[in-house]
């Protein structure tokens, strides 16, 4: 899995490659996702157009940082969720948790409304 | 039913990348679905996962099996453990609204969605988890 980082003003993006099953892979994205939170950023999109799938590892790091970031006042939304995702989201329930986007400009815009 | 292949793999959590690639080829080489070889995929992960952490406890001593066998119209997988066990029935729900934001517990329930049959047997020696997916 690779993840690539922007900034949309005090919205931190993060674009993320390839499957999230655990491993080596889920523990850069955990690691990313506390370096943002110490550092202080407090609105995170995640852009999943480039994850193919998605286990439960996966979504337990994306619900760690969700869980991380709205105890500080923040949030972690998704954005252009792949269809296998939506289906692993719907079976656990977790499409009721995250705010989900069509797109990463709608999620960045959704922190300003 | 005929035998696809069988690995064992040390109580690492690289097994589950080690296993998805496996789940991969076999799948290809039996020619199932694209959508389905996801399916496949996913619940191998989560049970090697299962097996690693939870089961074996990630003890360097400790192996998990997994075993590909397929039929005309069925693919078994079976991943099995040398852990100590589990209480099936003290599993928690991971549909409770108390669990939904829990980081995980939500393995099996993923698995049972994207296969056709599941069964998953514990005892003290070991648990496995033979999971059927039709072709």
Redesign the interface.
Known sequence: MQIQHDVSGEVAVLHLQGKIMGGPDATSLHEKLHELIDNGTLSVVVDLEGVAWMNSSGLGILIGGLSALRKSGGDLRLARVTEKIEEVLRITKLDRVFDIYGNTDDAVASYGS | MKKATEKKYRSR??A??KA?RLAGKVTKKLKISEPER?DI??AV??AV?NAVEHGNKMLNDKFVTLLFEYSDDKLRITVEDQGEGFDLEAVEN??SPEN????????L??VD??MDNVEVSSSTTGTKVIMIKKR
């Not at chain 2, 939904?100 to 393995?107: D, E, I, Q, S």
């Open positions: 959590i690289d589950v990348v998805e996801v995929c996913i992960t989560e996962n991971p549909l939904l934001t829990k980081p995980n517990g939500r393995g329930l993923i969605a994207l």
